[in-house]
Structure formats: C-alpha cells, structure tokens
C-alpha cells in the first residue's frame, strides 16, 4: 500500500498539466505510440487494454485505430488523470473509449477480454511489475500480444537529462534504490524482458526504438511545460532560494538551447519495446 500511494502522490498533482499539453505530450511520444501497435499487433476491430494511460493516451489514439466496431480501455491509479481522460474521449465523440481507475496488479476485467495489452512508460512505477504482468496475461486471450514501452539509459535521453544535470547540481539528489519506482527502472536491455519471462509470457522479445521527441516550443515554453509535468521537478526547484531558482533557470535554459531547432526542441531519444504472447493453453502453463 505504500508504494501504491507513493504512486498516486507523484502524479495527482501533475495531472491538470498533462491535461493541459495533452496535444504536445501525443506528438512527442506518437513515435512510441506506433511502436506499441507494432508489437501488439493491433489494427481493426479489437478489445485494446492501455494500462497507465494517463490524461489517456494511448488508448485514445487506439480508439481510432480500432474504429467504431473496436473498444479500447485506459486504466489508470490517479482519478484526475482519469477524469481528464474521460473528457477528451467525450469532446472527441469517442464512444468506443472507456476508462477507470485502477493498478495494473488488480484490473477489474474478465479472463481472456482483451485482444492486445499495452503499456506506454507505465511499468517503470508499477508497485509489482512481476504480479502486474500477471494481471495482463490474465485478462489477455490465449496467443494475444502484450507491448510495453520504458526508456533505455539516461545518458541516450537527453530529453530527461538535459534537465536534471542541471537541476541536481543545485539540489542534493541522491540515487535511487535499488528497484525505486523511477524512469530508468527497467533501462538495462533484458530486466523487463525478465520479468515477462517470470510472469509466464511466452517468448519475450526486447527490440530498441530510436526516435525523436519533437516539442514545437520556444526553448522557454518547453521549460515551463516540463516543470508543469513533473511534481517532482516542482518539488526539488521550490526548496531553493529565489536567487538560485534563476540561476539554475538560466543553466537549464542554456541547456535546452543545445536542442533548439528552426521548428522548435528535438532530442534523440532511444526507448524499449518489450513484447510476447499469451500461452495458447495457458491453463497447462500454469499447472
């Protein structure tokens, strides 16, 4: 329960900002998005599980890929990012888009619902990845897909570390545990795939998505952008003085400016997308 909450302590403030950027979050990470339907094989008219979705995406996206005669469901720990959610599939006319809230270790759905599962930069802050990967495999249909997206090392993200090199060098950051619901949890090449193995997915595969995460954004409104993201972030700036906010504004600024372009912030991104399938006979699997 700690760590459940610990979870719901770390986003529900966020959650009106990424409501807010819902359209410059989808376009930064649309890269991934298409990465998740690749590995889950999802196209036409199917039942789509987004677990950790968020303001909602991206099950959103999913819904239009499904279309009318598909469903698609986002589960998420944090009311106000499902609430947010709930809204933009109402102003989008999205009839096919349903969300609720709920952790990925207890999904309130039926054995055998779902025709893929996908998780884009959720599993990172499950409390229980293993029991998590469990519950997929458990509302999954027998030889259906599961995908799920988490970030490679930090040095191959600057559009994580541009910022907390700075930041940290003005406020004391000390590492994570081992195991810590952080952004880099599964960045090792093989950890996640591991841990599907141990839950009883059926041949898991790990491939690496290098991309770009694009932000049409002056270098100042990017900065605004990932403050409002992250109550962590907020967190850590608010224990420093006010002199030494703007300097450390002025280092982050200079920065992103590294990443600046004609049309806005790029950053070369590499992310991991691990995959595999749910036993044809997964009752013998587990017996």
């Known amino acids: 329960m700690q760590r459940e909450q610990e ?18 979050i989808g376009h930064m990470f649309a890269p991934v998005t298409g ?19 968020g303001q909602g995406e991206p099950a959103l996206t999913l819904a239009s890929l499904v ?21 933009e599939a109402t102003r989008l006319s999205l009839g096919n888009a349903q969300f609720d809230v709920a952790f990925a270790d207890r999904l309130p759905f039926p054995d055998d619902t779902f025709d893929a599962v996908v998780s884009r930069f959720g599993v990172m802050f499950f409390p229980s990845a293993v029991a998590a ?51 880099f949890r599964f960045a090792t090449p093989g950890k996640l795939r591991a841990i599907l193995r141990e839950a009883g997915v059926t041949s898991p595969t790990e491939r690496l998505l290098q991309f770009t995460i694009h932000a049409p954004l002056s270098v100042e409104d990017y900065w605004a952008l990932r403050l409002e993201m992250s109550d962590k972030l907020r967190e850590k700036i608010a224990t420093l003085s006010e002199q030494k906010r703007a300097e450390l504004t002025r280092h982050v ?7 600046s372009t004609s049309d806005g912030i790029s950053f070369p991104a590499e992310v991991l997308i691990v995959s595999g399938a749910k036993s044809r006979f997964p009752e013998l699997q587990r017996g």
């Open 133 to 183: 990967c469990r519950e997929m495999l458990r509302v999954l249909k027998p030889e259906q897909k599961l995908a799920l997206a988490v970030w490679h090392f930090a040095e191959r993200n600057p559009f994580h570390t541009s910022l907390s090199r700075v930041v940290n060098s003005y406020v004391d950051s000390p590492p994570p545990a081992p195991d810590a619901l952080e952004v």
């Open 7 to 24: 979870v719901i302590d770390r986003w529900a403030g966020s959650a009106p900002y990424w409501d807010k950027h819902r359209e410059i």
């Open 67 to 87: 279309g009318p005669t598909g469903k698609v469901f986002g589960v998420d720990p944090i009311p106000e990012m499902v609430a947010a959610a709930r809204r």
């Open 253 to 259: 600024l200079d920065s992103i400016r590294e990443y």
């Open 35 to 53: 990465a998740l339907v690749e590995g889950g094989k999802i196209g036409g008219p199917q039942s789509v599980l987004d677990i950790g979705t």
